[in-house]
């Protein structure tokens, strides 16, 4: 399996802009997540899905972040409009069920560099 | 507020010696312990967990120790090498199972 994918891998867009992050989680995994890395907050998880469906977006910092999982095999993470703050690591996780002893797989991460 | 607090940003530990990475945590109702490896430019990777009725797991050279009453958990590697140098990631689970990572603890291996 190629494991999690996302894409871009980097992304430099000026403030104001929209932003839209992709992932494709390992097939057959029912739950994905978004994490965000920053130097100040460590890793924190922003929103995650089970088969698809939105369970918890408690960590989805303001109305500007959006997230969407149209199908098992897609989601997005979408920040419109972007600001500097929003300068961080943005990683993808799967894992097959939730809990202890299910294994978060992540992905190699987004890049994102707000001007 | 931080709810699990690795209080130190980087450690350095030559190579052969043990390392030990600390993590500690506010809330008694967590019950499950995690630590992650991320190398630069890759995602994290899972490495070992305890659950609370555990103090100790180990898995090689890998051990992660578990004081409850004093809300606190360490990693140990012995003995550490160079492909150790990473960073990583303490995290801990309650019941609604989502996972509330610290800041990560940068761990160089000196030659």
């Known amino acids: 399996d190629a494991g999690v994918i996302q894409s871009p891998r980097h992304e430099v867009t000026e403030m104001g802009q929209e932003v839209t992050l992709r992932c494709k989680p390992i097939s057959g995994h029912d739950y994905l997540f978004w994490y965000r890395q920053t130097m100040m907050r460590g890793l924190e998880l922003l929103i995650y899905f089970n088969n698809n469906v939105p369970i918890d977006d408690s960590g989805m910092p303001e109305d500007r972040f959006s997230a969407k999982m149209p199908n098992a095999s897609f989601s997005t993470l979408k920040i419109q409009p972007s600001e500097p703050r929003d300068s961080a690591v943005y990683f993808c996780?799967?894992?097959?069920?939730?809990?202890?002893?299910?294994?978060?797989?992540f992905g190699p991460g987004t890049r994102l560099t707000v001007l | 507020d931080q709810q699990v607090k690795q209080n130190s940003p980087s450690l350095s530990v030559q190579e052969g010696r043990i390392s030990i990475l600390n993590c500690d945590y506010t809330?008694?109702?967590?019950?499950?312990f995690l630590w992650y490896k991320k190398y630069p430019a890759e995602g994290p990777t899972f490495l070992i967990s305890?659950?609370?009725?555990?103090d100790k797991n180990e898995d090689g050279r890998f051990t992660v120790f578990l004081n409850k009453s004093a809300k606190h958990l360490s990693l140990h590697i012995v003995p550490s090498q160079p492909g150790d140098s990473a960073v990583y990631f303490c995290?801990?689970?309650?019941?609604?199972?989502?996972?509330?990572f610290g800041k990560g603890t940068r761990l160089h291996i000196l030659p």
């Open positions: 996780a799967s894992s097959l069920f939730s809990g202890r002893y299910n294994e978060q797989f």
């Open positions: 995290g801990v689970m309650n019941r609604d199972d989502k996972i509330i």
């Open positions: 305890i659950s609370s009725i555990k």
């Open positions: 809330n008694s109702m967590f019950d499950y």
